[in-house]
């Protein structure tokens, strides 16, 4: 079975302040696919990254950046110098790789508010 | 490039009624994957629709059912509404057989059952 924990329900941090978002995962599978989904008030689910398990090299994209770590099942994520436009709902997802059914399963998600 | 879309917006149904959903996949896509999300709870796996069948099931009753059309869009129906059908129902469109796995989210339905 796939699990994805993402331990803060809740951060609030103000303006230009660095803030980190955790996510555990646990999978039998050797080939996976990690993501993480930003959801703003309006709902939809908007697509961050992917990354493969069999890529662990870090990944920065202005200002996010994510910290993929096979070692202690973690696919952590970083905004710097955060925004208000910052403010969501931001969930790790984990899907098996390989095989036709495409299932993502999804934390529960973390409540990142940034204030002026 | 046009991307997933999903109708109605917001319903408002009665216990024991039926409801269908309906998804347009984007463009290009062949795959639709529909996921239910309670409120403060992350996105749960309903089904999957590839080349117009069932391609697996979370753990869902059968009052869940789905389609896809050949043009790859799809329904999601629910028979006998329960007061905990009441969530935001996403869809999500890829392409099986890129191997991509990734999946673009429609902005979803929000249904409630008084």
């Known amino acids: 079975a796939q699990k994805v924990t993402q331990a803060q329900t809740e951060i609030s941090v103000v303006e230009k302040e660095d803030v980190t978002l955790d996510c555990v995962y646990e999978?039998?599978?050797?080939?996976?696919?990690l993501f993480w989904y930003k959801q703003p008030p309006s709902g939809e689910l908007v697509f961050l990254i992917r990354?493969?398990?069999?890529?662990?090299q870090n990944e920065i994209s202005g200002r996010y950046s994510w910290n993929f770590q096979k070692s202690t099942s973690s696919f952590n994520f970083t905004i710097t110098a955060s925004q208000v436009v910052d403010s969501a709902v931001y969930f790790c997802?984990?899907?098996?790789?390989?095989?036709?059914?495409?299932?993502?399963?999804f934390g529960k998600g973390t409540l990142l508010t940034v204030n002026p | 490039e046009t991307g997933v879309t999903q109708s109605p917006t917001h319903l408002i149904k009665t216990r024991g009624q039926q409801v269908t959903l309906r998804c347009s996949s984007q463009?290009?896509?062949?795959?639709v994957s529909w996921y239910q999300q309670a409120l403060g709870q992350g996105p749960q796996f309903i089904f999957q629709?590839?080349?117009?069948?069932?391609?697996g099931r979370g753990n869902f009753p059968p009052r869940f059912s789905g389609l896809q059309f050949p043009n790859y869009s799809s329904e999601l129906n629910v028979n006998a509404l329960e007061l905990d059908d009441s969530a935001l129902y996403l869809c999500?469109?890829?392409?099986?057989?890129?191997?991509?796995?990734?999946?673009?989210f429609g902005p979803g339905t929000r249904l409630t059952v008084t």
């Open positions: 999978t039998r599978d050797t080939t996976y696919y």
């Open positions: 999500a469109s890829s392409d099986t057989g890129t191997n991509s796995y990734e999946q673009y």
């Open positions: 629709y590839y080349r117009e069948e069932e391609n």
């Open positions: 997802a984990l899907i098996r790789g390989g095989g036709s059914n495409y299932k993502l399963t």
């Open positions: 990354r493969n398990s069999f890529d662990e």
């Open positions: 463009s290009g896509h062949n795959t």
